[in-house]
């Protein structure tokens, strides 16, 4: 069965341990520009939302990016058919809809 990242955004502290580690495993350098995951803030209040780039290949299997989040908003799941990744503007969209869904 074919595995992928689901990230939980609702448990996203947005402190961009992901980002380390990914440009570390990616580049031998702690350099968050070259990371293949992003954490980017939407709206005010800013919420952090990660986002896979389209060159993440889940560092083939074993994902650097999962073990260092602590919150557990970045998960490596089982399923059938990899997800379609969200882009920058959709993401958006679904973070305003979740702050929208407990604001009230």
Do not use: Q
Not at 26 to 50: Q, Y
Not at 60 to 74: D, M, T
Request: net charge neutral; proline share 10%.
């Amino acid at each position: 069965m074919a595995k992928h990242i689901e990230v939980l955004m609702e448990k996203c502290t947005g402190c961009k341990l992901c980002e380390l580690a990914c440009s570390a495993v990616k580049t031998g350098d702690f350099n968050p520009r070259n990371s293949l995951i992003k954490v980017v803030l939407v709206d005010i209040p800013e919420i952090p939302v990660p986002i896979l780039t389209e060159d993440c290949d889940y560092c083939f299997g074993n994902p650097a990016c999962v073990p260092v989040c602590l919150p557990e908003a970045i998960v490596w799941k089982d399923m059938d058919a990899r997800p379609p990744r969200p882009k920058v503007s959709e993401a958006k969209a679904i973070a305003r809809e979740w702050l929208a869904s407990v604001s009230r």
